[in-house]
């Protein structure tokens, strides 16, 4: 009953941006930590952005001072603005979101299917 949608992906250009949103809905009492994920052709899945439901973020070292993360509690939905976009960022843009279903209950990791982002001229 929960559902993790990504979307805001597509074609920019170098040194241009990008803003992705993932939305969870269904079934959520809590969400505690929402991720942003990447995964280019041939290489491991990273971790590229999360942020806490208390608004404590951090980021891969890639991912400094170019990209933003944010969220919106009463949405349940987290942003993440790119800016200064390398041809290196392409990558398929996953969303993980930690949330509870019910109360009482544990927390449980959620992903979406993911958002292509490709970055060439």
């Known amino acids: 009953q929960v559902q993790v949608v990504e979307s805001g992906g597509g074609l920019v250009q170098p040194g241009g941006s990008l803003r992705l949103s993932c939305a969870a809905s269904g079934s959520i009492t809590s969400i505690y930590i929402m991720r942003w994920y990447r995964q280019a052709p041939g290489k491991q899945r990273e971790l590229v952005a999360f942020i806490t439901s208390g608004g404590t973020s951090n980021y891969a070292d890639s991912a400094k001072g170019r990209f933003t993360i944010s969220r919106d509690n009463a949405k349940n939905t987290v942003y993440l603005q790119m800016n200064s976009l390398k041809p290196e960022d392409t990558a398929v843009y996953y969303c993980?979101?930690?949330?509870?279903?019910?109360?009482?209950?544990?927390?449980?990791?959620?992903w979406g299917q993911g958002t292509q982002v490709t970055v060439s001229s």
């Open positions: 993980n979101v930690d949330l509870k279903a019910a109360a009482g209950t544990a927390y449980v990791s959620y």
